[in-house]
């Protein structure tokens, strides 16, 4: 959970994303049980891997941590009105 708050950080340090939370479900919260989850709010829906956008210092290293950990991963999008 740590590595994903501080790939949060890195991202909002660099200006390519708005304040991110991070949590885990537990017994008592709806969802898959020791899911850690990462959610943050934007205009648009923009990928880190577009064009001509440079990737924070540190987030590979970040990332090759969180590999080793993961069990598996998704994306879920969620348009507000």
């Not at 890195?10 to 991110?20: C, D, K, M, V």
């Not at 709010?41 to 290293?61: A, C, F, L, Q, V």
């Amino acid at each position: 959970m740590e590595i994903m708050a501080q790939m949060g950080k890195l991202y909002e340090e660099a200006g390519q994303r708005t304040p991110t939370r991070v949590y885990m479900s537990g017994g008592t919260v709806p969802g898959p049980a020791d899911t850690v989850y990462m959610d943050w709010t934007e205009e648009t829906i923009r990928s880190p891997y577009r064009e001509g956008n440079k990737s924070p210092d540190g987030m590979s290293e970040l990332g090759a941590q969180l590999r080793e950990m993961e069990e598996e991963s998704h994306i879920e999008f969620f348009e507000m009105l």
